[in-house]
C-alpha cells in the first residue's frame, strides 16, 4: 500500500447572481445550488509514484581515450528546457457535483490551488542542466547511451462542500523536472575498433585550435582578458576545472613571480573522432587527442627557494578534447572547444619535488 502525505489548501468561489428584477412584485429567490455556494478543495501527493515519461530519441556520447596510458574522465554538460503543465482528470459526473457552469472555470480554480500551495507557476518555462562525467579506461573507446524523461508528480484533488462532504474527486498529474538517464555504457578497446575509427582532420580544426590556444595566452598577459574567450571555449565544468579555473588562473599565477610572455606551440591533433549522434546539420562535433606546449617567459617562484633570473620554460599540456564546428561545410565555420581534460599536472616539471609552489 502506498503511503499518502495530504497537504491541504481552502479555494473558495463564490458565484454571483446578476441581473435586475422588473416586476413590481418580487419573486422569491431560488434555492441555492451547489454551484451558488462555496465550495473547497484538499490536494493528496501520492507519495514514491511519480510517472516518467520518455522525451525523444535516445542519443550516444562516444568518448576515445586511444594512446593514452591512464583512465580520463570527461564531463558532459546537456541542458534542456520543459513547460511546467498539468493533465487534470475532470469528469463528467465532478462537473455535475460542482454544478456546471462554464467548463473552463473549474480547470482554472484547481490549477490556482495547485499553483499556490505547491509553488510552481504552470506555463511557464523552466531549463534543467544535467552534468555526466564518463570515465573511458586507458586504450578504449566508450559509448554511453543517455534519455531525457519528463518526471511527472501524480496525486488527487479531492472537492468538498464546505461541511466536509465529498462532492468528487480530480486525479491529476504535474510535470515537475526533467532527468538524463544513463541507459548503457559500451567500452570497446581501441585494437578492436581498428584504424578505422580516426578520420581525417577537418581544416577548421586546424585552422581554429590555435586561436583558441592563443587566446588562453592573452589571459597570462593580461588579466582583463577572460580566461576562456566565448568565441573558442564554452564554459563548461571541464574547461573550468582543467583550464580556468585551476591551472591558469591558480597554478601558473602561483608558480610565477611575473610573466613577460607566453607563446603556444604548434598543436598536435590525434584520434579524430565524428560524434554522428551528438552533430547536426548546424555544429559537427567531434572527440580528438590534443597537445600542445606553452613556451613562458618570466621568473619562476618554488616555495622553497629565492624567485629564478628571467628565463624561458615550456609546459606541456595533452589530453583528450572535444568540439563542434558551427556551421559546417560552409565558408562562416567557427571553432568551439567543448572541453580539453589535461591528464597529467603541467607544471609538476619545473620545481623541484618537494618545492611545490
Known amino acids: 500500500m502506498n503511503r499518502k502525505r495530504t497537504i491541504l489548501f481552502s479555494l473558495t468561489v463564490v458565484a454571483m447572481l446578476t441581473g435586475c428584477q422588473t416586476s413590481p412584485s418580487p419573486t422569491p429567490a431560488p434555492t441555492p445550488t451547489i454551484a451558488e455556494q462555496t465550495y473547497q478543495t484538499h490536494v493528496e501527493m501520492s507519495e514514491g509514484e511519480n510517472a516518467i515519461e520518455i522525451l525523444g530519441p535516445s542519443f550516444t556520447i562516444l568518448t576515445n581515450n586511444c594512446g593514452a596510458s591512464t583512465a580520463t574522465t570527461e564531463i558532459f554538460t546537456r541542458q534542456r528546457s520543459y513547460t511546467t503543465e498539468v493533465s487534470l482528470t475532470i469528469t463528467e459526473d465532478v462537473r455535475a457535483s460542482v454544478g456546471g457552469g462554464i467548463p473552463g472555470a473549474l480547470q482554472a480554480d484547481l490549477q490556482a490551488g495547485l499553483e499556490h500551495q505547491l509553488g510552481v507557476q504552470i506555463g511557464a ?32 484533488i479531492h472537492i468538498l462542500t464546505p461541511d466536509g462532504d465529498l462532492l468528487g474527486d480530480v486525479p491529476f498529474q504535474l510535470l515537475t523536472t526533467l532527468r538524463l538517464a544513463q541507459l548503457n555504457v559500451q567500452t570497446d578497446s581501441c585494437a578492436a575498433n581498428g584504424a578505422e575509427t580516426e578520420e581525417e582532420v577537418p581544416l577548421a580544426i586546424d585552422v581554429g585550435l590555435p586561436y583558441a590556444l592563443e587566446c588562453l595566452g592573452e589571459h597570462l598577459l593580461d588579466p582583463a582578458v577572460p580566461a576562456l574567450c566565448i568565441e573558442h571555449w564554452i564554459n563548461t565544468g571541464a574547461n573550468v576545472e582543467t583550464l580556468s579555473g585551476y591551472i591558469l588562473d591558480r597554478q601558473i ?23 554522428e549522434e551528438l552533430s547536426t546539420p548546424q555544429a559537427a562535433v567531434y572527440s580528438l587527442r590534443l ?26 599540456f595533452h589530453g583528450r578534447a572535444r568540439v563542434e564546428i558551427l556551421h559546417p561545410e560552409d565558408v562562416n565555420e567557427m571553432l568551439r572547444v567543448y572541453s580539453w581534460v589535461i591528464e597529467d599536472p603541467p607544471l609538476r616539471t619545473l620545481c623541484p619535488a618537494g618545492d611545490s609552489p
Open 125 to 156: 518555462t523552466e531549463t534543467y542542466t544535467a552534468e555526466r562525467h564518463i570515465i573511458t579506461p586507458p586504450e578504449s573507446i566508450s559509448r554511453t547511451t543517455l534519455q531525457w524523461q519528463e518526471v511527472w508528480m501524480m496525486g488527487a
Open 253 to 275: 599565477a602561483s608558480v610565477f613571480a611575473n610573466v613577460e610572455s607566453v607563446a603556444w606551440s604548434t598543436p598536435s591533433i590525434s584520434d579524430v573522432v565524428s560524434d
Open 291 to 316: 597537445e600542445a606546449d606553452l613556451s613562458i617567459t618570466g621568473r619562476l617562484r618554488c616555495s622553497l627557494r629565492e624567485e629564478t633570473v628571467q628565463d624561458t620554460f615550456l609546459v606541456p
